[in-house]
């Protein structure tokens, strides 16, 4: 378990950001667009309208170009402000150079902040696009729950374990969701869960708790669409506030423009 601290009276305070897709040089165009720029240009916005933030987590697809070079430079970047920041990978991120954060890639991180109890988990699969988590996670997942008591308690992700009605993004989904749907059924303290790799904002109600997908901060994906499609939404990223209570609310904010030079047409990447 790793603590740390709130600095807010009443609630912790939580940015998801998610899907950065950076590239190996900062200069190279991905969908037309500079992932690396809209990054730059998110995080300055989570900056300059959230004060207090107690820790940032992303939920996968670090890299477009999954090789050392995009993750040292990732780091550098995200340690220059001073917040505890964390990441698990996605199914574009090379799982043997992907900064955990977790001691070991199987093993879910546990995060302690204020009263709420965080589990980042690894979904990513070697040569998928789909997602799993191992059996070997899911057993000490529910050890980590058994930790974390009755305390109210943040699960965090890659893949969307809910479905999006969107049939090329639910091909890609967690595939065992229903084991991870069993074995939440008895933690009454989990509250929501978050995820990436959908590129869109959306809420579901699942058991007894939520189900959060966060706008990437590069482009978009065409919400309820058949076929892959982008979606003309400026990149995102969603404020948790995790009250010690167990209350929590979240809001979605975006940019104000779309990436410049944004292939709108694009059939795939
Ligand atoms: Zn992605």
Request: proline content about 5%; overall charge negative.
């Amino acid at each position: 378990m790793l603590k740390l601290s709130s600095h807010n009276p009443q609630h912790a305070c939580v940015i998801h950001i998610t899907d950065t897709h950076l590239m190996a040089n900062a200069e190279s165009r991905f969908v037309g667009m500079n992932p690396e720029q809209s990054f730059h240009a998110v995080m300055q916005d989570v900056l300059a309208r959230h004060r207090k933030i107690d820790a940032i987590i992303h939920t996968g697809d670090l890299a477009q170009e999954a090789c050392p070079e995009t993750y040292t430079r990732y780091l550098n970047y995200m340690q220059r402000f001073a917040i505890p920041f964390f990441q698990v990978p996605g199914n574009h991120d090379a799982q043997d150079c992907f900064p955990f954060s977790q001691t070991a890639p199987q093993q879910p991180l546990l995060l302690e902040l204020g009263q709420w109890c965080i589990v980042l988990l690894n979904s990513a699969v070697a040569g998928r696009i789909d997602g799993s988590i191992s059996a070997e996670q899911l057993g000490h997942l529910s050890e980590v729950l058994a930790q974390c008591g009755n305390r109210p308690t943040l699960l965090a992700c890659h893949h969307h374990p809910m479905l999006m009605q969107s049939a090329w993004i639910d091909a890609h989904c967690l595939k065992n969701a229903a084991d991870l749907r069993a074995l939440l059924a008895q933690s009454a303290q989990v509250k929501a869960l978050i995820c990436g790799h959908v590129h869109q904002d959306s809420a579901q109600q699942w058991q007894h708790f939520q189900c959060l997908s966060t706008p990437s901060t590069c482009v978009q994906f065409k919400p309820r669409s058949e076929q892959f499609a982008l979606d003309a939404c400026p990149a995102g990223y969603r404020l948790l506030e995790l009250h010690h209570d167990g209350q929590w609310h979240s809001q979605v904010y975006r940019l104000n423009a779309l990436p410049e030079g944004l292939a709108q047409q694009q059939r795939g990447y």
